[in-house]
C-alpha cells in the first residue's frame, strides 16, 4: 500500500462547481483504479491523503500537480504503509468553504471535524499529518 499526503491552495476563482467536478472526476478514478482517500477544502486549502498502487498513486499525484485549479502543491508524506486508513472510500470530500460559513451548523460541523481530527486513528505518520493538517486549514478561520 502506498500513500500520500498532500497540500496545495485553490485558485481564488474555484467555483462549487469546480469542486463537484473534482469530486466526480476522483470517485470515477479512483473507483476504477482501488485508490481510496480523503479530500478537505476550506479558506481556498486543499488537504488530501491518497492511497493505493504505488505506480498509481504517484501517477494521479502527477496530474493532480498539473492542475490548474490550485497551486503551491506540496507533498507533506509519501511512505508505503500496510493498511488503508480510508479503506471503505474511494473518495471522500469535504466542502467547508469560507464562501458557504453563513450558518451555526456548518461551523458546528467544522468545529466536530475538528474534534475528530485530534481523535482519530492516527498510528501512522500519513494519517497523523492528513489530521494535523485538516485542523491547521480549519482553524486559521478563527472559528
Known amino acids: ?3 500520500i499526503v498532500y497540500g496545495s491552495t485553490a485558485n481564488r476563482d474555484l467555483t462549487a462547481k469546480d469542486n463537484s467536478n473534482i469530486l466526480e472526476t476522483s470517485l470515477d478514478f479512483n473507483e476504477k483504479n482501488d485508490v481510496s482517500g480523503c479530500l478537505i ?44 486508513t480510508f479503506s471503505n472510500w474511494s473518495m471522500a470530500f ?8 453563513n ?7 467544522k468545529t466536530n471535524l475538528i474534534t ?15 489530521w494535523s493538517e485538516v485542523k491547521l486549514i480549519l482553524e486559521q478561520n478563527n472559528l
Do not use: C, W
Request: glycine share 2%; net charge negative; aromatic share 10%.
Open 41 to 84: 477544502y476550506h479558506n481556498h486549502r486543499f488537504v488530501q491523503i491518497l492511497e493505493g498502487d504505488k505506480t498509481i498513486v504517484e501517477e494521479l499525484y502527477l496530474n493532480i500537480k498539473k492542475d490548474k485549479r490550485h497551486s503551491d502543491v506540496t507533498l507533506l508524506y509519501n511512505p508505503s504503509k500496510r493498511e488503508r
Open 94 to 101: 469535504i466542502d467547508l468553504s469560507i464562501d458557504n460559513d
Open 1 to 3: 500500500m502506498y500513500t
Open 103 to 109: 450558518t451555526e451548523e456548518r461551523k458546528l460541523f
Open 116 to 130: 475528530y481530527s485530534e481523535l482519530a486513528e492516527t498510528s501512522d505518520q500519513a494519517s497523523a499529518i492528513f
